[in-house]
Nanobody
């Protein structure tokens, strides 16, 4: 059973914007803090944005002020609005729970930012 489905990645130019979406299985969503993770090619997967069930957000320094995480509990979906994209934002983006216990990873969505 697929629990996480990410979408919205694309090839864009520096300075442009994207919005990523992640459909989450209902059983895990409404009472869970969710997060977006970024994995550049050949590097580790890092948490970059998180949101609590009631909408409190937190960001990594690298994306603060440029990215915004949000959630729609009625749609079991978490979003990542990415503005002012930089080449270093290139990589695969995943969503998952925000914490030590994770669901099986989805396939992720590729974001490529050209200079």
């Amino acid at each position: 059973q697929v629990q996480l489905v990410e979408s919205g990645g694309a090839l864009v130019r520096a300075g442009e914007s994207l919005r990523l979406s992640c459909l989450v299985s209902p059983r895990n969503f409404k009472t869970s803090s969710m997060a977006w993770y970024h994995q550049p090619l050949g590097n580790q997967r890092d948490l970059i944005a998180a949101i609590t069930p009631n909408g409190i957000t937190n960001y990594a320094v690298s994306v603060k002020g440029r990215f915004a995480i949000s959630r729609d509990n009625a749609k079991n979906t978490v979003y990542l609005q990415m503005n002012g994209l930089k080449p270093e934002d290139t990589g695969v983006y995943y969503c998952n729970l925000a914490g030590n216990t994770l669901m099986p990873w989805g396939q992720g969505t590729q974001v490529t930012v050209s200079p």
